[in-house]
């Protein structure tokens, strides 16, 4: 795979600043994302640009944690972190539309995580950076129907 970043959007019959308020609360994360199970707040974090939270990671071979620091959070539009600081953004973003919001997600893998999978990996970095590509191919899609259901339950 060459590229190292992804895009999907799905419409939710919801509005821009309630879906907002899911993704935002990243404590929910767990509830949509085939990978991610749980997220929390760092101590007195709330959602702001600069704030900083922990997630748990599962698959079958593995499970590991992240630490992530948001970027964006303009409520009803976009809501964006970076995972280590430096290495993996996603980026949520919310447009008004016919029949509800456009919900836009965003996987990049930066050049700071292209370098620590070389540094990490070696010669396997390639196989390496594939294999989360394809995580990202397959769990934004997952993530987006599951925030759908979600948000559309009666």
């Known amino acids: 795979m060459s590229s190292l970043t992804y895009s999907e959007s799905i419409i939710i019959d919801s509005s821009p600043e309630s879906l907002y308020d899911m993704v935002a609360d990243v404590t929910r994360m767990g509830e949509w994302s085939p990978i ?22 599962e698959v079958p071979e593995r499970t590991w944690e ?20 430096s290495l993996v953004r996603w980026d949520y973003t919310f447009t008004r539309v016919d029949g509800g919001t456009e919900v836009t997600e965003t996987w990049e893998l930066l050049p700071a995580g292209r370098a620590m999978f070389a540094e990490r990996y070696g010669d396997d970095a390639q196989a390496q950076i594939d294999n989360r590509t394809e ?17 559309e339950a009666p």
Do not use: M, Y
Not at 41 to 53: H, K, Q, S
Not at 137 to 149: D, F, N, Q, S, Y
């Open 36 to 57: 991610c199970k749980a997220c929390w707040w760092d101590e007195g974090a709330t959602g702001r640009v600069g704030d900083w939270f922990t997630g748990r990671n």
């Open 66 to 85: 992240t630490h992530s620091q948001v970027v964006a959070a303009e409520r009803g539009r976009e809501f964006a972190f970076i995972v280590g600081g």
């Open 135 to 151: 995580a990202a191919h397959t769990g934004i899609p997952a993530t987006l129907a599951g925030l759908k259901e979600s948000a």
